[in-house]
DNA sequence: GGGTCATTTCGACACTCATGGAAATATCGT
DNA sequence: ACGATATTTCCATGAGTGTCGAAATGACCC
């Protein structure tokens, strides 16, 4: 995980709207939301929502794909995760670490196969 | 830690500037750094840096105390690890984390006191 | 192919942010 | 009190962001 693509995951989600969709993708899991229902959960309009939600895609936070008429989004796991770890290894104080952990996702496929995860795992 | 503080973190660290300046006082630890060595390390003029130095403190993510003419800038880590911990928590998925962990710094003394703090810490 | 539903792109607007020179403020040593 | 040092505040400027109505695109069904 290179710090630009930390930089532009925290740019993506310091913003009430897209921390609120990132949110609720998370919430959803794999299978995801439509874009609609987004927009209606959150109350937000068609163009604003899809303004965010591009902004996510950008990031790498989120993945897109289609389901007949619909477009439905769905939190990339393994990215949120490889930005906690940026933080935690680089943000949090490299020395005093000893014992303290933060409970994380388990690793998505794609995490746990190849794609080096720099973000060293305690092992309890 | 509420979402409001989470974001305004987010906001502030969301910017390569600010991002540095905050690395370099981690790896500084608690003794911190004066402004105008901070400015020095990064190469960035006094007036913009000082203008990043009071988003980070309004964000809380630093403190600032004085130290005869300098003013000494160092990481609230105890701020930082709340954030990380509610990224963990509401950002990475609740169902599928059992075993996984980020290790993260100790906590604080005022976080291991008061301070309800919200991220269960995994018990390895 | 025309109608309809779901979503995006375009365009415009107000607003906020990052930058740095110049002036102001705070602290120290003499 | 004065000069030097450290840092902030003030100000102007250019760039970027969030919002949303209206028009365009893509996909389905008959």
């Keep these: 995980m290179e ?3 930390v930089l532009a995951g925290l740019a993506a989600l310091a913003q009430e709207t897209r921390l609120d969709i990132f949110r609720l993708l998370v919430e ?3 299978e995801g939301r439509s874009a609609g229902s987004i ?3 959150l ?3 068609p163009a604003t929502l899809s303004f965010h939600l591009s902004a996510l895609t950008n990031a790498g936070l989120i993945l897109q794909r289609r389901e007949s008429r ?3 989004y769905s939190a990339d796991f393994g990215r949120m995760t490889g930005i906690v770890g940026f933080l935690s290894e680089n943000c949090c104080g490299r020395s005093a670490n000893a014992g303290a952990c933060i409970p994380v996702c388990a690793p998505t496929p794609e995490a746990a196969n190849g794609e080096k995860t720099a973000s060293p795992r305690c092992g309890c």
């Design 28 to 30: 959803a899991g794999p």
């Design 70 to 72: 619909s477009l439905i």
């Design 43 to 45: 109350a937000v309009a």
């Design 3 to 5: 710090k630009k693509d």
């Design 39 to 41: 927009a209606e959960a």
